[in-house]
């Protein structure tokens, strides 16, 4: 993400955040339910829309080679350690098939199908070639 990107995303989130505490706090300053409900009514929306901006930057999130050589960002905090041992593995290995991952790392072939399921829809990963010759890469 770029930087002015990342700039107008946290601007975006202060005034949010700023926003749900102001409107709760005006709201109990008015004399009547209704219209306090109204603004508890704004800071929920204010609310969901910080967590829009959490979730746009965590999906966003660009990886950098770690110290270890794994991949590290918020998203692969949020693997299980299977998950983040094939992801390990991948990128380590580039072009690694399947039948290698499975032999290595002693993994079920349904449990491994799975882990490269939730891999590429996270778009952690990519299998290249075909499915003889093909293997997977880290992206």
């Not at 005034?15 to 109990?28: K, M, P, Y």
């Not at 409900?37 to 829309?49: I, N, P, W, Y």
Request: a negative charge.
């Amino acid at each position: 993400m770029p930087w002015f990107e990342k700039r107008g995303i946290c601007d975006q989130l202060q005034r949010a955040v700023v926003s749900i505490s102001s409107n709760i706090a005006e709201g109990a300053a008015k004399p009547s339910d209704i219209e306090f409900a109204h603004f508890l009514d704004t800071a929920l929306g204010s609310a969901f829309e910080v967590e829009t901006q959490f979730m746009t930057v965590i999906y966003s999130m660009e990886y950098e080679e770690g110290e270890n050589g794994i991949l590290s960002g918020i998203l692969n905090s949020t693997l299980n350690s299977k998950q983040k041992d094939v992801l390990a593995f991948i990128t380590t290995t580039p072009g690694v098939q399947a039948q290698e991952i499975i032999e290595r790392l002693s993994i079920p072939r349904d449990t491994l199908n799975k882990i490269l399921k939730v891999l590429t829809d996270r778009d952690l990963i990519a299998r290249r070639g075909s499915k003889k010759t093909g293997g997977y890469y880290a992206k």
